[in-house]
């Protein structure tokens, strides 16, 4: 049995990754804060399907370090009042380290990894180079996204009766998306949580085809 403490706040869902490998047994703990953002759809199923107990523990500020310094706290907790020996830190915060050192110092075997599985690397950003928008770039990022890639958001979205405006903050979302994830937290960000996560749903093809 192996427990793994994943900084969802740090890593998003390719912390993730790999969760379809482990076992029964195995513990998931994922903190998650008020600024993470929503889960896309796919990822949640994957997460439900695993054979792995997963646990949620919300933080409720946004201080710098809440959450780490919380998650530290309860890997210590665990290691005090459970017989389990085998922990793994999932994030890409290199401050944990000082805590793998620590307790491998003590007989502990935990490591920490950037996703749960170490044998595929993180996905690096798409090949195009985004900027973030702004109001002085809005109509310059706008251009950069394909008249055939608007349209077919623009078909997607037509029972939706949004207005020019609302397509506008549409495409600066997928420009500065690097995958689906950030997307969604894009579209969330920009428009209502209900809203977004409508708009994801059904243009989130269409990204994934313009990504390419």
Not at 45 to 67: G, M
Not at 152 to 162: D, I, M, Q
């Amino acid at each position: 049995m192996a427990i793994y403490l994943i900084d969802y706040e740090n890593t998003g869902v390719k912390g993730l990754y790999g969760i379809e490998k482990l076992h029964e047994d195995d513990l998931i703990v994922v903190f998650y804060g008020p600024k993470t953002g929503a889960v896309p759809f796919d990822d949640h199923v994957r997460i439900s399907s695993s054979v792995s107990h997963v646990e949620y523990i919300k933080t409720s500020k946004t201080a710098k370090n809440y959450l780490d310094f919380q998650l530290t706290t309860y890997l210590g907790y665990l290691v005090a009042h459970t017989g389990i020996k085998e922990y793994y830190v999932i994030s890409k915060d290199s401050g944990y380290d000082s805590i793998v050192d620590f307790w491998k110092a003590r007989g502990m075997h935990i490591v920490r990894r950037e996703n749960i599985s170490p044998e595929k690397p993180m996905k690096q950003p798409s090949r195009r180079t985004r900027k973030q928008p702004s109001a002085d770039n809005e109509n310059e990022n706008i251009k950069s996204v394909p008249e055939s890639i608007r349209k077919k958001v623009r078909h997607t979205l037509k029972a939706e009766n949004l207005q020019g405006g609302a397509y506008k903050k549409i495409y600066s979302c997928m420009l500065q998306a690097t995958d689906k994830q950030t997307l969604n937290t894009a579209l969330v960000r920009v428009f209502t949580q209900e809203d977004g996560n409508r708009y994801y749903k059904q243009i989130v093809p269409i990204f994934t085809e313009w990504e390419r």
